[in-house]
């Protein structure tokens, strides 16, 4: 029975007076316990296609979730036509608690944080030897990313036919970070995938490059064009006939236990959203000679300890100066 008046309580529903064919509204969200599970492939225009009991599924966001957003590998619960079929739209109406997040900004001077993908258990930075030259920097900002959002990472170094590997990994060889070198050659028989794919069985990878790494390449080798319809995607052509990613996409791994993230190549990774006091902590074998710097050092100063700690062989002197650039990028500009 209907309460009004002083009788009502704040679990009625409640009218607003005077307005007609207004719906009645209540405070209390529906609980949606039935809701199915599921997990969030692809993004596009509002509409996110999740993996649902292994049929995928054409979601929207609920209302009631207001401003947060649901990214690819998000799981979420789901009410409405679960079916799959043509035409047919469910409904996010929960997005469960993260394991974690690949964030960045479009660069050091955006506020705005851009969630890329959740819950990878790693991610794998993709880097060419030459053609195009390899990026350092850019890699010390993926490997930042990811100590800061809870990923391990993974350096996945292609070309080796056109430079060795060697002087890239010594930089990094004192981090012990698993890596894998392939070449052209490698990608296009199928020996690369085989080997990149046993760093990937029964976890979550996230891949990050940019432009002309082969990335996307390694990732169509990773989960062919059949594999791909099993969750009805399929990359998008560009007019040149190049396979391209536009959008983070998320795709089973072929006979083994996990999943592949291809995400958009990027030019920059900005980092507006990372305290400049962890970068650090993406600096492992500078790390600890930070302990005899003084308090609250910016670890670009005279009495900063990492110059001598790099002059005691510790660690790489490009390392120490990526740190700074970081660092540099990093600090507060007048006005902020």
Request: with cysteine; proline share 6%; glycine share 8%.
């Amino acid at each position: 029975m209907r309460r009004y008046g002083k009788h009502t309580d704040e679990d009625d529903i409640r009218s607003r007076p005077g307005r007609r064919g207004t719906r009645p509204r209540t405070h209390i969200r529906p609980k949606h316990e039935d809701a199915a599970t599921g997990m969030v492939l692809t993004v596009d225009r509002g509409r996110l296609t999740c993996l649902v009991d292994g049929r995928t599924v054409v979601a929207m966001k609920a209302r009631e979730l207001g401003r947060k957003a649901a990214v690819v590998g998000d799981r979420v619960a789901l009410v409405g036509d679960l079916s799959g079929k043509k035409d047919t739209l469910a409904r996010i109406v929960r997005i469960e608690e993260r394991s974690s997040v690949l964030r960045r900004t479009a660069d050091d001077d955006d506020p705005y944080e851009r969630v890329v993908v959740a819950n990878a258990d790693q991610l794998a930075i993709v880097t060419a030897l030459a053609d195009p030259e390899p990026r350092p920097r850019l890699i010390d900002r993926c490997l930042v990313a990811a100590y800061d959002g809870g990923l391990e990472p993974l350096l996945v170094l292609t070309k080796s036919d056109l430079s060795p590997p060697d002087k890239l990994l010594e930089l990094y060889g004192d981090l012990d970070i698993p890596y894998v070198v392939t070449s052209r050659e490698e990608l296009e028989n199928g020996d690369a995938a085989d080997r990149v794919r046993e760093l990937l069985d029964g976890r979550v990878t996230a891949f990050v490059g940019h432009s002309g790494v082969g990335k996307t390449t390694l990732v169509n080798a990773l989960v062919p064009e059949e594999r791909r319809r099993l969750t009805g995607h399929v990359n998008a052509v560009t007019g040149r006939g190049r396979h391209t990613t536009t959008s983070a996409l998320a795709l089973p791994l072929e006979a083994a236990d996990g999943w592949v993230i291809d995400t958009p190549g990027v030019r920059s990774f900005g980092l507006a959203h990372v305290d400049p006091s962890r970068v650090i902590h993406a600096f492992p074998d500078l790390e600890p000679g930070t302990e005899d710097c003084p308090r609250a050092c910016s670890h670009d100063e005279p009495d900063c300890a990492l110059d001598a700690w790099v002059a005691q062989g510790h660690a790489d002197p490009a390392r120490l100066y990526s740190l700074r650039r970081l660092l540099a990028t990093r600090e507060p500009k007048e006005g902020d």
